[in-house]
């Protein structure tokens, strides 16, 4: 484990120059930080002053608190779970029902956000990356509430895993971009939206749905 921990301080340290750092090292310490092609950091600079100027705008977060609970359907409940409590026998259990958001999963919560974001920055089309395809699912639907145009990128064996979920994207008037390279699955299709939005990043907004990013998005 130690070992592991100075290769990463090592590689850390040789991309120190083309880091950007907002706060120390990021969200994540040595896990944080940007690395991308050079054309993306404006990209990403802007998304951060945007994201913390309409954290606190007051238009903004009623619009959004709108559509979390009139096309989302929040506040999801809390459901007491009476058996399970009984059958474990020392706490009370309950469960909070995000399955009960439109589309069925939790991820629309993201979405909405990210491509009302998207819409008050003056972007035109969405892109974003899915794996089983319930990020993917809930991007298309997003993008369709505001109007804006959407690509979703997935690996090739990941489409014929979620024929479902790939149907439900075209549906709504999403483009699926099979991914063919690496692997064929998730870590490839990030790869391919990110090469993807360097050469439209003025115009296009990436919703980027899993824990791998470039800060300011999860990483």
Known sequence: MKKDEKKLKKANSSFRGKEYQ?????YFGTFGGIY?????????KELEKN????????EFKEELSFY????????????????LSKRLG???????REDLCHLGAHKINNTVGQVLLARKMGKKFIIAETGAGQHGVATAAAAALFNMKCKVFMGSK?????????????????EVIEVSSG????KDAVNEALRYWVSRVDDTY?????????????T
């Open 158 to 174: 990941d489409i014929k895993r979620q024929s479902s979920n790939v149907y439900r994207m075209r549906l709504m008037g999403a």
């Open 36 to 44: 991308v092609p050079e054309i993306l950091v404006s990209a990403l």
């Open 51 to 58: 994201y913390f100027k309409y954290k606190k705008d007051k």
């Open 183 to 186: 692997s064929k699955t998730l």
């Open 22 to 26: 907002s706060y120390g090292n990021g």
């Open 206 to 218: 990436y919703v980027l749905g899993s824990v791998v990013g470039p800060h300011p998005y999860p």
């Open 90 to 96: 020392r706490a009370r259990i309950y469960l909070k």
């Open 68 to 83: 979390l609970k009139n096309y989302v359907g929040r506040p999801t409940p809390l459901y007491y779970a009476e058996r």
